[in-house]
């Protein structure tokens, strides 16, 4: 059973950053796939950014590309995400999520294993 912990989020300015943690206990070589999605309210959670068999392989919403990168620490078991040059469309809770397949980044309800969520606010 995979666990995981977000923590990092908070309240920044436009044009600001953050980084993202995600703790994730049981990571072993079968955790596949990691990513983070988002939730404003009132909105379906969708895909952020995703990496798959150990960094091999990475994807992104277009919305963050060239922003956000994803990242994780096999050693410590931590997954990153760095979000630079926020904006107020990023503000949404973000949750921190793994599965043992490799799960696509366009579809949330495919993967196994999420966190409880860290809120990120961006102010304009």
């Known amino acids: 059973q995979v666990q995981l912990v977000e923590s990092g989020g908070g309240s920044v300015q436009a044009g600001g950053s953050l980084r993202l943690s995600c703790a994730v206990s049981a990571f072993t070589s079968r955790t596949y796939s990691m990513g983070w999605f988002r939730q404003a309210p009132g909105e379906e959670r969708k895909g952020v950014a995703s990496?798959?068999?150990?960094?091999?392989?990475?994807d992104y919403a277009d919305s963050v590309k060239g922003r956000f990168t994803i990242s994780q620490d096999n050693t410590n078991r931590t997954l990153y995400l760095q979000m630079n040059s926020l904006k107020p469309e990023d503000t949404a809770m973000y949750y921190c999520a793994a599965d043992h397949r490799a799960a696509p980044l366009n579809y949330a309800p495919w993967w196994s294993y999420w966190g409880q969520g860290t809120q990120v606010t961006v102010s304009s």
């Open positions: 990496i798959y068999s150990g960094g091999v392989q990475t």
